[in-house]
């Protein structure tokens, strides 16, 4: 079982790369953990079994790609069914000490949901035709906008706005640049399908592979780049009380 | 080992979150666990161990299934075996302040060894008619019913009623709803098999493989949710505390 890694296949290149930055960040967000005030010690442990439980799914993506040269179609959505929702409970250990219900969390959730269902059945069930990747890319993407508006105008930014907490406001301010920029950057990977509006039949500005490089790329700015935001505001934070 | 999971199968789909879940909540079980008051850590590391004993199981689960598409029996068993009795040591943990006694705890062992031997016989022993499922799923069901009813109005539901910890009320209230709700999926489960009320031979509503797909999601349900509203409790007590 020789890792045999094209030299000139960058979707296989981030396939390693993020399967082995996944892995560390779990361990450094595991670690870190200890150093930080209570209050935060949650937040590092999801940031850690979201990189953790990524890492299991990168390292069989990996393989599944570079074995098969194919999309891990039913591999990625198992992760994000389970690290998407971790991310908005991510989102909502953040307003919670500013009074965020448990409602709020499940409306999120939910959201979630839909984009996730609607996203894969846009991508596996696919017939190739541009109808079935637009029709089921909109519907999940009303799940999109609906987490994207909660972080900006919705309950998410009313409350971090009524908060007199600093860790609060750049916690959410932070977290709503991640969701405007890091997470438009999957919807874009979808539109590389076969039948999708960037692709071979469409603009013709992507290949499909593209889709793996740019959901690779994404989930590291994410997961990684998202938990190292939160990780710094509870270091300072953590700092201050001492 | 590539691992090869069709687009269009839910069954493997929740074999493979359910695998990852359960690892991702071990690890968060016993990493929280330091921080609720000492009388609760017990009952997170007993959380941790029912996962972490499922995570096991379900990585094996999942491979058979993906490989042979049959059900795997006796590794289901086998995790229930193990993680049935944990259940019950975590019932018996919450009600034991209220002051339950240790024979509380063996006789509801009884029931749920009443409950998986005749299960164990239901399913592995089929020779695919009516007559066998009905007749060991009865069985089975007095095991479950014993259960359900000292958690409604039995001994368990007495010293709650009896008890003037708001923790226990609330705790005991929420496994009576686990056992009622989430523990019901699993019966469900059962009559998919051949033979079975609601599967090919009874009503027709549910096909064979239903069976691991409800199990697969009875399981999140029970050893995920219940640990998490158990976490819930013991956090909100160790803060008065502090
Ligand atoms: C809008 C949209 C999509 C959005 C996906 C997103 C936003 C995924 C986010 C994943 C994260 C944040 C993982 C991190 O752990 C899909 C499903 C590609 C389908 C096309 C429309
Ligand atoms: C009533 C009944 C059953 C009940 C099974 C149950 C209730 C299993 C619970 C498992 C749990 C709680 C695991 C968690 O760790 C069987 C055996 C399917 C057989 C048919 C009748």
Do not use: C
């Amino acid at each position: 079982d020789i890792m045999r890694i094209p030299v000139d296949d960058p979707v296989a290149f981030t396939f390693f790369t993020g399967y082995m930055a996944m892995a560390a960040a779990s361990v450094f967000f595991l670690f870190e953990r200890s150093t930080v005030a209570d209050k935060w010690k949650t937040s590092l442990l999801v940031s850690g079994l979201i990189t953790g439980i990524a890492a299991v799914h990168y390292y069989y993506m990996r393989d599944y790609y570079v074995s098969t040269n194919e999309t891990p179609i039913a591999l990625r959505y198992i992760d994000w069914t389970l690290t998407v929702p971790l991310m908005v409970v991510e989102f909502y250990l953040l307003v919670r000490a500013a009074g965020a219900k448990a409602s709020l969390l499940w409306k999120l959730i939910l959201a979630a949901v839909i984009m996730l269902v609607f996203g894969y059945i846009g991508e596996a069930f696919t017939d190739g035709s541009m109808g079935h990747s637009v029709l089921w890319g909109s519907l999940s993407t009303l799940g999109y906008v609906y987490i994207l508006y909660s972080a900006w105008m919705g309950e998410v930014a009313q409350l971090a706005a009524a908060s007199n907490s600093v860790a609060v406001q750049k916690g959410v301010r932070a977290l709503a640049w991640f969701i405007l920029v890091g997470w438009a950057i999957y919807p874009i990977g979808y539109m590389a399908m076969p039948g999708g509006w960037l692709g071979p039949d469409g603009a013709g500005l992507l290949r499909p592979h593209d889709l793996d490089l740019l959901y690779n790329i994404a989930d590291a700015i994410n997961k990684i780049g998202f938990g190292l935001v939160v990780y710094g505001i509870a270091r300072s934070e953590s700092a201050v009380k001492v």
